[in-house]
Every structure is written in structure tokens, then in C-alpha cells.
């Protein structure tokens, strides 16, 4: 049958089985179709052609020839059809169904800066015992930041190596601790001290003094200060206040000790030190093996700072601590240098400061 | 400060029975942490920290009397020559009132020099001893005795000495070879040639002792604590010496310490008494100090015994009268820190120790004050910008005046906001916004690998105000990088400045915020904290009525002009549709494409409409065609 038929058909012939499992998807297929079967432009047509121009006593040989083809091509093709609508079924039952092996979508994660998140757990702790927040001005004067607080004149903390002042105003300064709020609000309330029954407060805020940056210093740093005002406080209420404050920040096992030391707005005043919270005062690299961790300095008010303002100490009394919450946070979280609470970087913050 | 066990032990016998640790822990309870102990010349070290108002305990005799205060034993008893004092060799004139005695002496040295175990202690106490009796006699009596002497070269001094306030003009070369420019607040011990020493601080190198002395003249005095800190500070100063003045001596150690410093001469080299004698007095001591049992239990947080409070007062040196009901302490001379009740309270609670205080919290005596509303919205803000996925900056207060002026607002000059004494000129000023760290910290974060930054900070900034820097607090938000493409569902695409409006509007904030390019892919806004709505202080709000019946939503795609403002659109449909029946209208898409006609763009305009009723096709369709016709009136057509 071949030597009837032109070379090319004979060709196209050959490769339709290629052709044929070429096609992917039955767009391609049904071009191959156009090819090899459509009316125009066809081998189909080209086949007719030939059947037409055929000599007479070829033409029931050839026609017989060329059906056998057509035949062949239209079944392959048709075959073919039916794998591909068959694949494209398949795919389509598995385009529907969902594979819970996908990773999901997760949500974007924010954090509080974990000084923040400190000091807002102080609060939180600090509550239910009747404190409120006070806030001050970061740029203090001398009077509330010194002077009210039983700072002597010539106390060393006065220089402007120790304290950054401002150009044109030589009377002000950068807060060098928290304190300046206790006068503030020691001012405030005097005159309905009585009405009031005392005062209670926390002030959290960021303070500066002239260090150098390193792994350990910082000019910028926060604190948190908290003071007591009543009738009758001692320093059994200190003991008491700060016990409950730190078992709740610490543990409920964590023991607390008292040292004596001199601040010059307290009188007595006192160093307070946890049982380590990170070995269970057993010894480890932050107690430095001692079972203990210095975390903050308290004591009662001294009369000086009552009377400054306007505050009878014969009548009244109370107590005050501060504390540096890099250092704590340092010391809870190990971390090793307190430049890294300032860089900002994300991945630090997002370790340290996830939402509760 | 160092001190030496077996040093210690010989001013406090009972001491030497306790293990360096013990001692450690005694001093600790007492206020005196030791910070580090080392092993030297033989025997233990300790670094104890002294606070800045124990001037007293800065010796060895000092740590002694804490240490037998809270044994209850003796101390060694001061062996030391007695003098007679006799007419001045040198005559010392006292000018000022800031020094109001100066014991001292004239000795011939002879041959010998210091022993072995006293260079061993300066030694373990890090001071190197000079090998000059005069010198290492008054370094030693320093460290053991608490009180600064001086030796000077008695053939190098001019006439009388005086001690008075310096002239101006007037300078000195001091022991390390650095000549100062004296002011007249400075106090000077001067010969009739100028000033031989900066009193209470340093000697003067004319006439220090040398190899070449034969002979000395002392110094043991007392100066008012004051000019000494003052003048220690002015010329950045600090010595043993001024340590101790600076913090109070006691005035009764001047004689004493000449004494024992004669007799440590005598001793060491066979020095030869010329004569001494002592100019001037010690000032008075302090007035008694009452203690009331009242006082004292209040403080104590229960009832001690007045006469146990005076033993442990007596066994610190005060003198302790009872006076009724009450304890009338005076003070030992060399205790210039007990001048209120309540410093004597804290010494019996100290001696006693702090562990016996009682633990008791304060009753409540008022009603709790809530929580400020400014402090209260600051933190909702900060959990609200963290659910929504930002992180929370803390940065630097000051900044960089170049830095500064990008970004302040207008007429917020720096002038008013510089430091006088920053760290340095990139911390020089206190900054005017919130937004050259949030860009720099972003910066930082896109360098170092993060996709996507999601920054905000609560701060306060600064404006210049005539009476000093001006403080408001200011919310910053920064994002930038590239949002999504990190799972299957979520392509990926550059943050655009409406990601960050949107957060804006989440936040409260009415209309567009003032929105900044911080760099590429990179905005920012910050905005006063007080311009965000507060939360209502209810907890749960008051009940809103919403309707059951059925919600209907309609769109129109709309092609209007490039430059057509949402807002214009949105408020001229709004005007037209039933206020009561509108529940929403809000254009959900943009489209933008070269099929669309010059100059146009296609908005989807979806309004929903609800009401206490089930509404009818026609007055929704009625609805929709007054809204395309107010649409229409801006040049607006619905798409084909």
C-alpha cells in the first residue's frame, strides 16, 4: 500500500504514534487532529487529493488504503481522547482535595520590647496591692531630680560627667533616675495626703546618665520605682510588700534578703536580694554561686525628702524602691549584652517580647 | 577597698576565729558586701564595697569596730607614743575655718628603713611601698588607721606654713608631676614661697620627701569634707586621701595619727623627735540625737527594748543617756553619719541584723486610684500594633543634630533640645521625631536578612520651647520589605504606603496620616499618642441594635477619571443613598489596564444594604441608580 501513497504522507504515518503521545492536554490533541483527519489543510485532504487524481483502476486499491489509514489515525486519536479526558478528570478530583501536609499561612507575629513587657508585668503585679502609675518628664530640673531627694549639694552624681545637661538651659537636665517622680507626685498630693489616706504608686521610665555604651552600660536605661506613703509604715512593710512582689515576679518559693546600704533618700536603707530564680538558689553562673542576686535598693523615706515636700514626717511615713529593669531582664532572660535591648533586632525581639 | 585579714585581726582579735567566707557574710550583713576576695603576700584580701557615708569605716580599724560591734569583743587597744608637745618649730598659721586643727611634728630621720611586714601589707593591699619610712609610715597608718597624713621634706619649706584658700593665679606642681592651675575655692597648705600641697587631696612635689631627706615635717589634720570633694573633683584628683576627707574624717585622729606616725619613725630609721605640737582644736562634737521607743518600733516594724538599743549604740562608741523615755545617743567623733532618729534606728537594726525585721504588708487605707488614661492607652496601643504583627522598638532619646534637622518639624530648631556634655555628636540632640530610628532600626533589620519589618515605637520627642525642651509622647510605625511569598496561598509583593494607612485606620486615626517614604518599600507615620482615640472606660459597650432581616449587596463597576478622588466619589453616593439603609460602601477594586480608555481606571463600588425589614428588588434597584447617577455627575460611567 505505501508505493500508492505520497513519501510525505507515508512519513506522517510513521511519526503519528509520537505525535500522538506528545500531546499533553486535548488542546494539543485536537490540533494533531486538524493535522491528520480536519477537512483543510489536512493529510486527510492532501489523501483525497490524491484519490481524486487517482487513474481509474488505482482507485478502489487506494481508496481502501487511505480508509485503512484514516482509520488507524481516527481510532489513536480517539484512544488518545479518551486517556487525556480521563488524566484531566483525575487531575481535576486532586485539584479538589486539600493536602493538609501544605505548610499553612501563619499569621504575622508582633512583640512588645521585652523591657516593656517587663515593666508592664511590675504593674500587673504591683495592682492588686493598690498602686497606680505616675509618670514624669524625662528633661528634669536640678531641684526635683537633686534637691528633693536629700541629694547633698556636692554629691558626685551632680557633675556633668555623671549627668548630661542642656545647652540652653543650664538649670535642667536629663532625668538620672526615676525619682524626680516621687517628688513630683509627693508635691501633688500633700495637701489631700489626709483625705486620701497615703499614697501608692509605681513610676516606670527611661532615665539617662553619661555612660559609655557596652556589653554592660548604657546612657539611656529604664527603671522602675515604687513608693509608699501611710501612717505608722515600717520596715516590716517593705519586707512584706516586696516578698509578695517578687514571689509573684519570681515564684512562689523564691526567699528575699534585706542588706543594709545608703541611698540619701532612704533612711534606713537597704539592698534587697532574691534566692536565685534561675538555679533555685543552688548556685549557678548569674548567682556568681552565692544562691542570691542583687535586684534592687529600698528603704524607708527619709524625713528630708517628706519635708521638701511639705509632708509632716512625724505624721506620715512610707518606703521606696528602685529598680533597673535591664538588669533584671538581663538576669531572667541571660541575656548577655544589654546593647541588644537597644539594636532592635527583630528576631531578638520576637524571642523575647511574644504577647502573653 | 582592700583589707587584709590578718591586718584586721590584729585591730579585732575575735575576728581572726572566722573563715574568710564568714567574715565575708558578717561584713555583708553589716552593709559592707565584699566584692572579691584574693590570696596575697600570704594571706586572704578582701574588696569591700564602702557606701559613700562610711568615711569611717575606710580602715582597717574602720572594718575592726563594725566587725567587733556585731561580736560584742574588744578591740585592740591603740599602742602609741605619748608626746609632749612643746613650742612650734615651724610656725602654722590656720586660715580658714575648714581646717580647724593641723597636729604635727618635726623628726631627723636616721638609717633603717620600712620592715618587711609593713611592705608586705601595702603590698597585699595593691599600694607599693617607697621604701621611705616617712612615706610608707603615713601610707600604712592610711589603710589601718583611716586617717590621711603627710610627710613633707622640712629643709625644702620656706618660713611658716599656713593653710588658707589659694590665690588667684597661684598653681602647684603635685606629687604626680602635673602642675595646677589653683582657683580661690581651692584650700592649700602654703609655705611663705606658695602653696606645698592642695589640702586633703595631694602633696606637692617641691617638697616631697626623697632619699636625700633628713628631715620631716608632719602633717595630721582635719579638713571640712566639702572643699576636699570639691577640689578633688575640680582636678580630677582622686586619692586615698581625699577619699577619706572627702567622706569625713574624724577630727580626733589628727593628734593621734601624729603620734602614732612619730612613733612608726622612731621605730623604722631611729628618727629623732624635734618637737611637736598642734595648732589649733578639734572642731565640737555633734549635738545628742534623741531615740524614742515609739520611733524605733515603728521603724523596726516591732517593740525593742530601748536599753538593748543603747548597747548596741554603746558597742558602735556613742554614748547613750536615758532621758525619761527616751535615748539620747551622741555620737563617736569619727561617726558623721548619725545626725536623725532614724539614723539610729538603722544602726540598731543593722547590728541586730535585717533578717529579724518582720514581713507584713500595708493595709489599705483609701481607695485605689485607677490607672492614668494616657498610660492605660499606651499600652492598648502597643498590644494592638503587636497583634497586628509590628515589634516594639525602645531607641535612643538623642540623636544626631544632621539626622535631627531631616526630620523635625518646622521651627523645631535643635538650640533648644542640645545636650551641653553628650557622648558625642551623633547623641547630641534630643530628637524632634520618632522616625529617623525607626528608619535606621528598620534599615538595620533589611540588611540583616528580615523579609519584612514591622517596627513601632511609644517615645516621647521633643520641640524647642522657650523655658526648655518641650516632652510629647508620639506613636512611630515603620514597615517596608516584602509581604507574603512565604507559603502557597500568600504571593509575594513590595509593602505599599496603603498597607501602612490601613494600619493608621485600625488604629483610629481619621483620615489619610501624614505618610512617609522612608526609603525603598520602606513608610512610616508617626502621629501625638493623644490625637488616637482613647478606649471608653467600659468594658463592655453599650448594646448596639442590628437588624435580622436579610443583608443585600450590590455592585458598580464604575470607570472614572485617574484623577478622581475616592472620598469625593464615596461622599456624593453616600448623599444620595438612605442614611438609615446604608450599611456600607466601599470601592473593593482597583483596576488599571491599557484596555480600559485613556486616561480611566475601573473602580468596584459595593454598597450593602440592610433595614428592620425585608427589602424589595425595586427600591434597592431605585437606590443603586440614584448612586450611579451621583457617580456620573463626577464623570463617572459604569463599565460596559
Redesign the interface.
Known amino acids: 500500500m505505501d508505493q500508492l501513497l505520497p513519501v510525505e504522507i507515508v512519513e506522517a504515518g510513521r511519526v503519528f504514534p509520537q505525535a500522538l503521545s506528545a500531546c499533553v492536554d486535548l488542546d494539543s490533541l485536537l490540533r494533531l487532529k486538524g493535522v491528520y483527519v480536519g477537512r483543510e489543510g489536512s493529510h486527510a485532504a492532501v489523501l483525497m487529493d490524491l484519490l481524486k487524481g487517482a487513474p481509474k483502476e488505482q482507485k478502489r486499491e487506494l481508496g481502501a488504503a487511505i480508509n485503512a489509514l484514516k482509520q488507524q489515525w481516527e481510532e489513536g486519536l480517539k484512544a488518545r481522547q479518551l486517556e487525556l479526558e480521563a488524566a484531566k478528570k483525575q487531575l481535576a478530583s486532586l485539584a479538589d482535595r486539600w493536602d493538609p501536609t501544605?505548610?499553612?499561612?501563619?499569621?504575622?507575629?508582633?512583640?512588645?520590647?521585652p523591657?516593656?513587657r517587663l515593666m508592664?508585668r511590675l504593674?500587673d503585679v504591683f495592682?492588686p496591692?493598690?498602686?497606680?502609675?505616675e509618670?514624669g518628664?524625662?528633661?528634669e530640673t536640678e531641684a526635683h531630680n537633686f534637691d528633693g531627694l536629700n541629694i547633698p549639694e556636692?554629691h558626685?552624681a551632680k557633675?556633668?560627667?555623671d549627668t548630661?545637661?542642656?545647652?540652653?538651659?543650664?538649670e535642667?537636665l536629663?532625668r538620672t533616675h526615676t525619682s524626680p517622680v516621687q517628688v513630683r507626685t509627693l508635691l501633688r498630693v500633700a495637701p489631700e495626703l489626709a483625705a486620701?489616706?497615703?499614697?501608692?504608686?509605681l513610676a516606670p521610665g527611661?532615665v539617662?546618665r553619661?555612660d559609655?555604651?557596652d556589653p554592660t552600660h548604657s546612657?539611656?536605661f529604664h527603671q522602675v520605682e515604687g513608693m509608699?506613703v501611710?501612717?505608722?509604715?515600717?520596715?516590716?512593710?517593705l519586707?512584706?510588700?516586696l516578698?509578695?512582689a517578687l514571689r509573684a515576679l519570681f515564684g512562689p518559693h523564691t526567699e528575699i534578703?534585706?542588706?543594709?546600704?545608703?541611698f540619701p533618700f532612704v533612711?534606713?536603707?537597704?539592698?534587697v536580694d532574691v534566692s536565685c530564680p534561675l538555679c533555685g538558689a543552688q548556685g549557678c553562673r548569674v548567682c556568681k554561686g552565692s544562691g542570691w542576686v542583687e535586684i534592687l535598693g529600698a528603704g524607708?523615706i527619709?524625713?528630708n525628702v517628706l519635708k521638701y515636700a511639705g509632708i509632716d514626717p512625724t505624721e506620715w511615713?512610707g518606703w521606696a524602691f528602685g529598680m533597673g529593669v535591664e538588669r533584671m531582664a538581663m538576669m531572667l532572660s541571660q541575656t548577655p549584652d544589654l546593647r541588644l535591648?537597644?539594636?532592635?533586632?527583630?528576631r531578638f525581639?520576637?524571642a523575647m517580647?511574644g504577647?502573653d | 577597698m582592700w583589707i587584709e585579714r590578718k591586718a584586721l585581726a590584729q585591730e579585732i582579735p575575735a575576728a581572726a576565729a572566722l573563715e574568710t567566707r564568714q567574715l565575708s557574710e558578717l561584713l555583708a550583713s553589716l552593709g559592707f558586701p565584699v566584692d572579691g576576695i584574693a590570696s596575697r603576700e600570704g594571706g586572704d584580701v578582701l574588696d569591700v564595697d564602702i557606701t559613700a557615708n562610711r568615711g569611717d569605716a575606710m580602715s582597717h580599724r574602720g572594718m575592726a569596730r563594725e566587725v567587733a560591734a556585731r561580736l560584742r569583743q574588744s578591740l585592740t587597744p591603740i599602742a602609741m607614743p605619748t608626746l609632749a608637745e612643746g613650742k612650734p618649730v615651724v610656725e602654722v598659721r590656720l586660715e580658714s575655718p575648714a581646717c580647724p586643727i593641723y597636729s604635727t611634728a618635726v623628726l631627723e630621720l636616721g638609717p633603717g628603713t620600712t620592715p618587711a611586714d609593713i611592705q608586705s601589707f601595702l603590698l597585699a593591699l595593691e599600694a607599693t611601698p617607697k621604701r621611705l619610712p616617712a612615706v610608707d609610715a603615713s601610707n600604712e597608718l592610711l589603710h589601718r588607721h583611716g586617717h590621711p597624713t603627710h610627710a613633707f621634706d622640712a629643709d625644702r619649706i620656706r618660713g611658716a606654713v599656713s593653710v588658707r584658700w589659694a590665690k588667684a593665679g597661684e598653681t602647684l606642681v603635685t606629687l604626680d608631676g602635673v602642675e595646677r592651675k589653683l582657683v580661690e575655692q581651692d584650700l592649700v597648705i602654703a609655705d611663705e614661697a606658695g602653696p606645698i600641697a592642695l589640702a586633703g587631696v595631694m602633696g606637692g612635689d617641691g617638697t616631697k620627701v626623697t632619699e636625700a631627706t633628713t628631715r620631716v615635717l608632719l602633717e595630721s589634720a582635719w579638713f571640712d569634707p566639702k572643699p576636699v570633694k570639691a577640689a578633688a573633683r575640680r582636678h580630677s584628683l582622686h586619692t586615698d586621701a581625699s577619699h577619706r576627707f572627702g567622706r569625713g574624717a574624724d577630727p580626733h585622729m589628727a593628734v593621734v595619727a601624729r603620734n602614732l606616725l612619730v612613733g612608726r619613725l622612731q621605730a623604722w630609721c631611729q628618727a629623732t623627735l624635734v618637737g611637736a605640737w598642734t595648732a589649733g582644736t578639734a572642731p565640737a562634737g555633734a549635738a545628742p540625737v534623741p531615740l524614742t521607743g515609739t520611733l524605733l518600733a515603728r521603724i523596726a516594724g516591732e517593740p525593742l527594748s530601748l536599753a538593748d538599743a543603747a548597747e548596741a549604740l554603746r558597742w558602735l562608741g556613742c554614748a547613750a543617756d536615758l532621758d525619761g523615755g527616751t535615748l539620747q545617743i551622741t555620737p563617736p567623733s569619727w561617726r558623721h553619719d548619725l545626725a536623725i532618729p532614724e539614723d539610729l534606728a538603722e544602726e540598731v537594726l543593722r547590728l541586730r541584723g535585717y533578717e529579724h525585721i518582720p514581713s507584713a504588708l500595708p493595709s489599705l487605707e483609701g481607695p485605689p486610684e485607677p490607672l492614668a488614661p494616657a498610660y492605660l492607652q499606651r499600652q492598648r496601643l502597643a498590644r494592638r500594633l503587636a497583634q497586628l504583627g509590628f515589634h516594639q522598638t525602645v531607641t535612643y532619646g538623642f540623636i544626631s543634630p544632621e539626622v535631627d534637622a531631616a526630620f523635625a518639624a518646622p521651627g523645631n530648631g535643635a538650640e533648644g533640645r542640645t545636650l551641653v556634655n553628650s557622648l558625642g555628636q551623633e547623641y547630641s540632640v534630643m530628637r524632634g521625631s520618632l522616625l529617623p530610628s525607626l528608619q535606621a532600626t528598620a534599615n538595620q533589620n533589611l540588611r540583616q536578612g528580615a523579609r519584612e519589618v514591622r517596627l513601632f515605637e511609644l517615645a516621647p520627642v521633643y520641640g524647642s520651647g522657650p523655658a526648655g525642651p518641650v516632652e510629647q509622647f508620639m506613636l512611630g510605625v515603620a514597615w517596608g520589605g516584602t509581604l507574603g511569598g512565604e507559603d502557597h496561598l500568600s504571593p509575594a509583593r513590595a509593602v505599599r504606603e496603603a498597607d501602612l494607612s490601613g494600619i493608621a485606620r485600625d488604629l483610629g486615626w481619621e483620615g489619610l496620616p501624614p505618610l512617609r517614604a522612608l526609603g525603598e518599600g520602606l513608610f512610616g507615620f508617626e502621629v501625638p499618642v493623644e490625637s488616637l482615640p482613647r478606649e471608653g472606660a467600659r468594658i463592655i459597650p453599650a448594646f448596639r441594635p442590628f437588624s435580622r432581616f436579610p443583608l443585600v449587596e450590590r455592585d458598580l463597576s464604575l470607570l472614572v477619571d485617574l484623577g478622581q478622588s475616592h472620598e469625593a466619589l464615596t461622599v456624593a453616593m453616600r448623599a444620595v443613598l438612605p442614611k438609615d439603609t446604608l450599611q456600607d460602601l466601599r470601592c473593593v477594586d482597583v483596576f488599571r489596564h491599557k484596555s480600559l480608555p485613556e486616561g480611566r481606571q475601573a473602580w468596584l463600588m459595593r454598597m450593602r444594604f440592610q433595614a428592620d425589614r425585608t427589602l424589595v428588588g425595586e427600591e434597592v434597584d431605585g437606590w443603586v441608580a440614584a448612586a450611579l447617577a451621583a457617580a456620573e455627575s463626577l464623570g463617572a460611567r459604569l463599565r460596559a
Open positions: 501544605l505548610p499553612p499561612p501563619v499569621p504575622a507575629r508582633g512583640a512588645l520590647h523591657l516593656n508592664d504593674v495592682r496591692l493598690g498602686f497606680h502609675v509618670e518628664p524625662e528633661v556636692d558626685p557633675a556633668s560627667s548630661f545637661y542642656l545647652a540652653a538651659h543650664p535642667l536629663l486620701r489616706g497615703g499614697i501608692r504608686f527611661r539617662y553619661k559609655e555604651i546612657p539611656m509608699l501611710g501612717h505608722g509604715i515600717g520596715m516590716q512593710h519586707k512584706g510588700t516578698e509578695y534578703r534585706l542588706r543594709p546600704s545608703y533612711e534606713p536603707g537597704c539592698e524607708l527619709h524625713p511615713s535591648f537597644f539594636e532592635n533586632d527583630q525581639l520576637r517580647g504577647l
